[in-house]
């Protein structure tokens, strides 16, 4: 059973900094497309940043500057540092991945960690 575990949310002051984790586990043989997306109350989920297994990465124009993603192939971990945090960026954030176990390439989400910008 593969699973993603996101950590690292909590409340930050404006101007603060985060970093969030996404570990994955399981019968687990290679991890393609790794992203981040957020959703804010009364708001659709949306895409924040997206990393392929080489590092070519992506990230939504509203984040570019201020976050960045990064992965660690060898911990099945995938990372996103926010800086220079506000209060738009107040959102749940999950994890998704394109996930190959021993039978099949499924695409999986994370549980969600929640982020408050808030002084």
């Known amino acids: 059973q593969v699973q993603l575990v996101e950590s690292g949310g909590g409340l930050v002051q404006p101007g603060g900094s985060l970093r969030l984790s996404c570990a994955a586990s399981?019968?687990?043989?290679?991890?393609?497309?790794m992203g981040w997306y957020r959703q804010a109350p009364g708001n659709e989920r949306e895409l924040v940043a997206r990393?392929?297994?080489?590092?070519?990465?992506n990230y939504a124009d509203s984040v570019k500057g201020r976050f960045t993603i990064s992965r660690d192939n060898a911990k099945n971990t995938m990372y996103l540092q926010m800086n220079s945090l506000n209060p738009e960026d107040t959102a749940v954030y999950y994890c998704?991945?394109?996930?190959?176990?021993?039978?099949?390439?499924?695409?999986?989400w994370g549980q969600g960690t929640l982020v408050t910008v808030s002084s």
């Open positions: 399981g019968s687990i043989v290679s991890i393609y497309l």
């Open positions: 990393i392929t297994r080489s590092g070519i990465t």
């Open positions: 998704n991945a394109d996930i190959l176990d021993q039978y099949v390439l499924k695409n999986y």
